[in-house]
Structures are given as C-alpha cells and as structure tokens.
C-alpha cells in the first residue's frame, strides 16, 4: 500500500497535506492553500495563505478580491515551488485555463500529483499539459464516460464561422463561461482567421482585459452595450451563459444561440438551453485524453475525483492498474466544463 495515505488526505473539502498542514483548492476558508486555477469550485476568498501561479494569483484577486501584493500570498512560475513541513510542492501547466495548475508533491521519495482541472488538446490562451511522472496521480473525470469524446476544436470553430456567414442579417451570439471558455473561443476564432471586432457582454470584460494583461491576443473586442444593434448582424457576440436566454439578447439583431461547452456533446442540454448551434468545446480532457494521460503518466495509483468517477474506476481496473474513486462531493461540474 502506498504510505501516501498517513500523509495525505482526501476531504469534501479540498485535500489535506499533513506536514505542511496546507490545503490544495479548498472549498472553505484555510489558513493555507495551494490553489490549481481561478474557477469558483477551486479558488475562493478568505484564506490566510495562497500558493498559485502569477495568472491565478491575478485571476483570484479580480474574482475573489485576494491580495497578491500581500506577503503571505506567493506566486510561482511553472516549475518552481517551495517547501513546507518536508513536503516539496511545484506547480506544472494543466492547460486547462490561463495559469493553471497541477500541483506535484513530492515528500520521503514519493511523489502525488494533483491535476485540478485539465486538458490535452491544444490551447492557444494557455500553457499545454505537461506529463509529470508520479506514484499517486489524482487525476479530474469531468467527462469519465466513454460517451464523451470532444471532436477536434476546429471543426467546431469552423461550424461557428459558417453559422455567421450563412446568415448576414442575424448575430450570432455564443454562451462561453467568462473565464477560460470565451477568450479561448475568441482566440481560437482568430487563428482560424477571423478578424472581425468580436462583441462581448460587460461581464466578460475584465477576464478578457486579464488575458491580454497576460500576452493574449484576443484582437479588437466591442462591448454590446455601447455599440448600436444594427452593426452586430453578421458578427459574432460572446456572453456568459446565464445570459443566452436573458432579455440582455434582444439588443442583437434576431441571434442565433449558441454554446460552447463540452455538455453540448448530450443534445438534451443543449435543448434545455434552447441552443440552436450547439458547440462542443471543453477545456476538459474527454474520456480519450484522460484514459491516454493515466496511461502516460502511468502511476502506481490513481485517485479520481470531480466527475464521472466510476467509468474512469471501471476502465483502470480492466487495464489492471490500481485506482480509487475519492467521491468528493460539493462540487459543481457545471460550471465551466
Ligand atoms: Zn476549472
Ligand atoms: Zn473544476
């Protein structure tokens, strides 16, 4: 068995490293935390101490108010770290969102990786996904369902992109959360040549500011409340989603709605949110990119948390490859995925 378990812990709350007595992404208010990435069921206010990334560090204090000025607060690059109670701690890109992390902790030979949230697929608002070798891999199964295979991103784009064309006198307007999802959308639509001003609702404003703070080119964005409606037909308009069906879209000529999310691959989402131009793009790994990482990585254990914990449990014993389910619960997979 590995000694892993008489030095860390697995709460509802987050989890617990013993001799360092820090969190990793607690849900309540900690003395000290490492956190993973700026999304709401990770990062919070309150804590005494945060340990994260400059980008996640920013992201905490216009979300959370969190002050990265203050000492106790530490910021470190990829691949740096500190110590703490024997416990080396370093942080690695996730490629999930701007700044994110997995955390590797290394303590008397053994080393855990915590992923947080993550993808493998190409990402140009964030750093690609590094494999870092482990004996503990606690690994995120958002989509841990065989079902769930994200096609390529371009295609997807590529389908938003015609939805615009083929109807000049209408906007399209695209449910993207406000961290992560819509820059990486806007990003995208840029590589693939789009180089229209994209209109955005005030709530994705200071994210979007955040990102190009941080070296991402997101190209000229408008906001919607302070551009006449006429001049949005046959353009592109991003809102978070709690805003598609909101008396918000009637500023845009007749939209087209859209979403983009890695739940639009079960068509009764996307009717549930009256979405007509369904959009699967997540920035979580799908069921292929986690099976391949658990088998990269190929760790003595992995824990699975934050999702569909059983599938991903099913296949690592069919693979013959030791694994547990953490069951943590409180955790809101809607957000963001
Ligand atoms: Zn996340
Ligand atoms: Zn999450």
Known sequence: MAKAKTWIEPH??????????LWIDPSRPVERAAVTHGHADHARSGHGSV????ETLAIMALRYGVDVEASHNQAFE?????ERGGVRFSFHPAGHVLGSAQI?????????????????RSDPTCAPFEVVPCDIFVTEATFGLPVFRHPPTGDEIAKLIGAVRAEPDRSVLVGAYALGKAQRVIAELRGAGWHAPIYIHGALEKMCQLYAVHGVDLGELRLVSETDKTEMAGQIVLAPPSALN??????????VTAMASGWMRVRQRARQRMVELPLVISDHADWDELTTTISE????ESWITHGSEDGLLRWCELHQRKARALHLVGRDLEEEA
């Open 51 to 54: 340990f994260a990334t400059p």
């Open 246 to 255: 909101d008396r918000w879209s009637r500023r845009l000529p007749d939209p």
């Open 104 to 120: 590797l902790m290394e303590y008397q030979g053994e080393r855990i990786v915590v992923t947080g949230d993550y993808k493998r």
């Open 12 to 21: 509802s709350s987050g989890i617990y490293v013993k001799p360092a007595d």
């Open 297 to 300: 990585v190929n760790p003595k």
């Open 78 to 82: 990829y691949g740096d770290g500190f």
